[in-house]
């Protein structure tokens, strides 16, 4: 029997039970929320990040940035700390920075609060990610330190301040759908409005849409909301959200007073198309939107029970590393993308003495009461790994995130490794990482989730 099926007939029987043991078995009333905001668009003008090609800071603005806090809390007093950012995605230093100190001044524990980026490719460079990918002058990167440190600050505070704004909240939630998102490597984007026309689009997608609302009384403080694709519809030279920022403007429109907040699923290998014109970021937000409105409009679970979690760094291997010699002829190239990534990883080399086999890898999951299993998972992950493990542990009641806590690489499945291309191996280069993953990569990642799921039960 499969996780998914034990728990569909756990939560059968669970249903069967008379209401008085219901209220002895469970705390559906005492749950709580706390909901909190601070704005993160750069007060000056800096290097942006997402696109290898840029050579200009930013130009301006179209929508501000946002990094949105909401803390839940069960009626064991258990609490778990969700973070949306409008960022490309966060390094590791970091994340564990943010993480480590909400830990220190909150009490809740790394395992239970979680960062997700948006992946705007319209936001600023932060931290170290994607570093090997930009050419840019020491003044800059002080900048960019400086508005690290403040995000680290700002995110911080700002998971107190929801702390200050518990209270007493009725969760629920359900799953929605957009159908916008397109496999990128299975169809060629000049194609793709033929190809939608005729029904022909090819390739693995996931279309869900995953919608956690939180209600105190008749109001509707905030909701959450996942989808599994590219914020890539703009590429020029203003802050933006994009079409995440976008849906997230309509809803807290439809909803005022209401924080709306998005988190990105594994949408590594899908893009928004046809894309690069504001009016379409406008329309795929409108449309994630009105899905996010017709889930709050028709039937959602309450959410009872108390959270479980869990929280590991597994150690991912990567394939043949280059040698010493490789790397410092490397720094010769004409390519400044090759010569960007040898430097950091000599740097590398010289602090640590060489360079690690494995890279340690996030995966998170949260049992969110009696309500849905939410696995979060590192880096830029293939759909692959959405679609598997829904279909393991249960299709209707499991949500996976992506581009979440630490963004360190594109995570393939053994599919997408083997057939190889930018998402199989070739995008190594950008993030600065010495080699393709190897081969057991997706077992490696899908053993943990199957741990920490059982975990759990």
Not at 61 to 68: N, R
Not at 250 to 279: I, K, S, Y
Request: proline share 4%.
């Amino acid at each position: 029997m499969t996780i998914g099926l034990k728990r569909r007939v756990i939560l059968t029987l669970f249903a069967l039970l008379p209401a008085s043991v219901l209220a002895t078995a469970c705390h559906a009333d005492d749950w709580q929320a706390g909901a909190a905001k601070v704005n993160i668009t750069p007060e000056e003008s800096m290097w942006m990040s997402g696109y290898g090609g840029r050579d200009h800071p930013s130009e301006g603005k179209l929508t501000d940035l946002w990094a949105k806090t909401l803390v839940l809390q069960d009626g064991a007093g258990e609490k778990i700390a969700i973070v949306t950012l409008d960022l490309v995605g966060l390094d590791r230093g970091t994340e564990l920075s943010i993480r480590e100190r909400i830990a220190d001044e909150y009490e809740i524990p790394v395992a239970n609060s979680a960062l997700f980026s948006s992946h705007t490719h319209t936001g600023p460079v932060v931290g170290e990610n994607l570093k090997a990918m930009f050419s840019i002058s020491d003044q800059q990167w002080e900048q960019i330190d400086a508005y690290t440190s403040k995000l680290i600050d700002d995110v911080v505070a700002s998971v107190g301040e929801a702390i200050g704004d518990l209270e007493p909240a009725s969760i629920t939630w359900g799953n929605g759908f957009a159908a916008f998102a397109v496999n990128r490597r299975n169809n060629r984007e000049p194609d793709v409005p033929m190809l939608r026309e005729q029904g022909l689009l090819q390739g693995p997608v996931d279309h869900s849409v995953p919608v956690l609302a939180v209600r105190c009384g008749e109001e509707l403080k905030a909701v959450v909301f996942g989808y599994a694709c590219h914020a890539t519809v703009l590429s020029f030279y203003q802050w933006s959200g994009d079409y995440p920022g976008f849906a997230q403007i309509a809803l807290e429109e439809a909803h005022p007073g209401t924080q709306a907040m998005f988190w990105a699923g594994c949408g590594a290998d899908q893009n928004p198309l046809p894309r690069r014109t504001v009016e379409l970021a406008q329309e795929y937000g409108n449309r994630l939107a009105a899905a996010v409105e017709e889930v709050l409009e028709g039937r959602m679970f309450k959410i009872s029970g108390d959270l479980r979690t869990a929280y590991d760094e597994i150690e991912l291997e990567f394939a043949d590393l280059p040698t010493r010699e490789q790397l410092e002829a490397t720094t010769k190239s004409d390519s400044h993308y090759e010569r960007g990534r040898a430097n950091l990883l000599l740097e590398r080399w010289d602090a640590n003495g060489g360079l690690s086999r494995t890279y340690p890898y996030p995966v998170q999951t949260w049992r969110l009461g009696d309500g849905p299993t939410w696995v979060t998972l590192g880096g830029e992950v293939v759909v692959d790994f959405s679609i598997r493990i829904k279909s393991e542990l249960g299709v209707d009641d499991t949500w996976v995130a992506g581009y979440a806590n630490d963004v360190m690489a594109y995570i393939p499945s053994l599919r997408v490794l083997q057939e190889g291309g930018y998402e199989g191996g070739g995008s190594m280069l950008y993030y600065g990482q010495p080699a393709h993953w190897a081969e057991n990569v997706e077992d490696l990642v899908m053993e943990e989730v199957y741990r920490q799921a059982e975990s759990l039960e």
